[in-house]
C-alpha cells in the first residue's frame, strides 16, 4: 500500500497523458455521431484534467505556502467537481448510444435522473467549499474529511447504479462488444466509491475513473472498427450483386441482339447462340479458365454483329451470289468490329468478330491472317 502512495503520481501522469492523446484522437474522428463524439470528448478531457488536478493536490498537499495553499484549495474543487464532469459526459454517451443504436424513441427518464443529480452534485461542491461540508484542510494545509464527505461519494455512486440499471435493462439492444465493456465501466466504477472510503490517501476512485475512460474509448473504437467492416461487407456485397446484375442485363441484351441478327437469316436461325455454345466448351475442353471461357461465349454469340449493314435481299438470297454481293457479305466483320468496337471495356468482342472467318491457310477475309509461326 505504501509502494501505490509514492508511485500514485506517476500513474496520474501517465492516465492525464493517455486520456489527453485520446481525446485528441476523437476529435479527429470522423466515424461517429456529432453527440458521441462530443460525449467521449468531453469524458476523456475531464478525466485528464481530474488526473492532472489529482496529482497536484497530492503534490500540494501540506505546502503551506501561498501558493500551496491556494493550489490545494482550487485542485481539491476541481477533483471533485471534474469527477461528475466524467459521469455526465458518459451519460450523454449512454442516452446517444441508446437512442441511435439502442433504437430507443425517448431518451428514459433515469438517464434524465442522472443529468440532475450530476447538476445537484455540482451545487453541493460549491456549497462545500463555503461551508467544509465534505473536506476542510488543517493547519498544514493537509486535507480533511469532513462529516459529510461520504455524500460526495454517494451522490456519483447513485449516479452509476441509475446507468447500470438502464445498461441491462436495454442490453439486448446493443451489440456485447460494446455492452459489456459498459456494464464494466459503471461496475468498477461503483465499487471505487466505496473501497476509497477505507483508503485515505490512496485516490482509487479517480484513477479508476480515468483507467475506465481510457478502455470506454478503445471499447468504443473497436465498435466502430466493426462498424467499419460491416459497412464495408455490405458495400461489397451492394456491388457483387450490382456486378451481377449488369452482368445478366449484358447477357440478356447480348442474346436479344443475337436472336435479332439471327432473324435476318432465314438459312441461319439460332446460328450464333449455337456458336457461342460450341465454341465455349470447346474452350472448355481447351483447359480455359471460367473467364476465358465468358469471353468465348460472348465474342461467339454476337460475332455476326456486322450483318446489320448487309441488305436483307443479299442474306436471303436462294440463288447463288454474284462475286459483288458476295464481296457485300465479307464486309459483315468489318462491319460488326466498327460496331462493337465502341464498347471499350471489351475489346475481345470486335476482335472476334472481325476475326471469325479467317483461316489457317490465309484464305479467311477481312484480313486474311496466316498462323502466327511456332518454334519446334
Not at 425517448?106 to 467544509?132: D, E, H, N, W, Y
Request: charged share 20%; net charge positive.
Amino acid at each position: 500500500m505504501e509502494l501505490l502512495k509514492q508511485i500514485q503520481p506517476d500513474i496520474m501522469l501517465a492516465l492525464s497523458a493517455v486520456c489527453g492523446v485520446l481525446a485528441l484522437l476523437v476529435f479527429m474522428t470522423n466515424t461517429m455521431s456529432k453527440k458521441r463524439k462530443v460525449a467521449l470528448m468531453l469524458v476523456e478531457i475531464s478525466a485528464m484534467l481530474l488526473m492532472i488536478f489529482d496529482r497536484r493536490a497530492y503534490i500540494y498537499r501540506g505546502d503551506t505556502s501561498t501558493l500551496g495553499w491556494w493550489m490545494v484549495r482550487i485542485c481539491n474543487f476541481a477533483v471533485f467537481f471534474l469527477t461528475l464532469v466524467v459521469l455526465e459526459g458518459f451519460n450523454l454517451y449512454l442516452i446517444d448510444l441508446y437512442t441511435h443504436e439502442g433504437g430507443l424513441d425517448a431518451v428514459p427518464r433515469r438517464l434524465k435522473a442522472v443529468s440532475i443529480l450530476a447538476f445537484i452534485g455540482v451545487v453541493m461542491v460549491v456549497v462545500s467549499q463555503f461551508t467544509g461540508f465534505y473536506y476542510t484542510f488543517d493547519e498544514m494545509n493537509r486535507y480533511q474529511r469532513a462529516p459529510g464527505f461520504i455524500v460526495c461519494f454517494l451522490i456519483p455512486l447513485a449516479v452509476l447504479i441509475l446507468q447500470i440499471s438502464v445498461i441491462v435493462q436495454y442490453l439486448k439492444r446493443l451489440t456485447r462488444g460494446i455492452g459489456i465493456p459498459l456494464l464494466l465501466f459503471t461496475g468498477l466504477c461503483s465499487i471505487a466509491p466505496v473501497l476509497q472510503t477505507f483508503l485515505y490517501g490512496i485516490s482509487l476512485n479517480n484513477m479508476t475513473i480515468a483507467i475506465m475512460s481510457v478502455l470506454l474509448y478503445i471499447f468504443a473504437l473497436r465498435d466502430m472498427a466493426r462498424k467499419v467492416e460491416q459497412a464495408r461487407q455490405q458495400e461489397i456485397e451492394y456491388y457483387k450483386e450490382k456486378q451481377k446484375t449488369e452482368h445478366a442485363l449484358f447477357e440478356q441484351t447480348a442474346e436479344a441482339l443475337a436472336s435479332a441478327i439471327d432473324a435476318k437469316d432465314a438459312y441461319t436461325h439460332g446460328h450464333s447462340l449455337r456458336v457461342a455454345m460450341y465454341s465455349t466448351q470447346l474452350a472448355r475442353e481447351a483447359g480455359k479458365s471460367e473467364e476465358e471461357c465468358e469471353k468465348v461465349y460472348f465474342a461467339g454469340l454476337l460475332h455476326d454483329v456486322g450483318k446489320i449493314g448487309i441488305p436483307d435481299a443479299i442474306i436471303n438470297k436462294a440463288g447463288k451470289l454474284t462475286d459483288e454481293e458476295f464481296s457485300q457479305i465479307k464486309m459483315h466483320p468489318v462491319y460488326g468490329n466498327q460496331i462493337l468496337s465502341t464498347i471499350h471495356r471489351l475489346p475481345y468482342l470486335s476482335i472476334g468478330a472481325r476475326h471469325h472467318h479467317e483461316r489457317y491457310d490465309g484464305r479467311g477475309y477481312p484480313d486474311k491472317l496466316w498462323p502466327i509461326p511456332t518454334t519446334p
